[in-house]
């Protein structure tokens, strides 16, 4: 399990890595790596809970992809830091777009998710 949980997370994180990198942050704009691998990590999350409930995956599965491949995609510590930052630099409408996109979309996703896998 822990090995399973290792894996996922690691290659997840690569994927993480490599969607920052093809959108970087540029001055003055969101960072949409970060928004994109949460929204996903949500999205999975959501699928996964539903799945869950309806005994379509078992409890290490569930484990695997939950804290395995969402705890190496997401980024919540990275979004949190590059939300300050566009605050201090004066970037308040992107700070204040970055943290509302990255929050509803979240939501939406993972509810959507949860409800279509239910």
């Not at 990198?21 to 996964?48: C, D, E, H, Q, Y």
């Not at 980024?75 to 970055?98: D, H, M, Q, Y």
């Amino acid at each position: 399990m822990v090995l399973g949980v290792l894996a996922a997370g690691g290659a997840a994180a690569v994927v993480r890595f490599l969607v920052s990198r093809a959108l970087p942050v540029g001055p003055g704009r969101l960072p949409f790596g970060v928004l994109i691998v949460n929204v996903a990590g949500s999205l999975i999350g959501g699928v996964v809970l539903g799945l869950a409930e309806r005994a379509a995956v078992s409890d290490d599965v569930r484990l695997i992809l939950l804290t395995g491949v969402c705890g190496g995609l997401t980024t919540f510590s990275t979004w949190s830091v590059e939300t300050v930052e566009l605050a201090l630099t004066g970037r308040w409408r992107a700070g204040i777009l970055n943290l509302t996109a990255t929050l509803f979309l979240g939501f939406l996703v993972c509810g959507a998710g949860y409800v279509l896998s239910r």
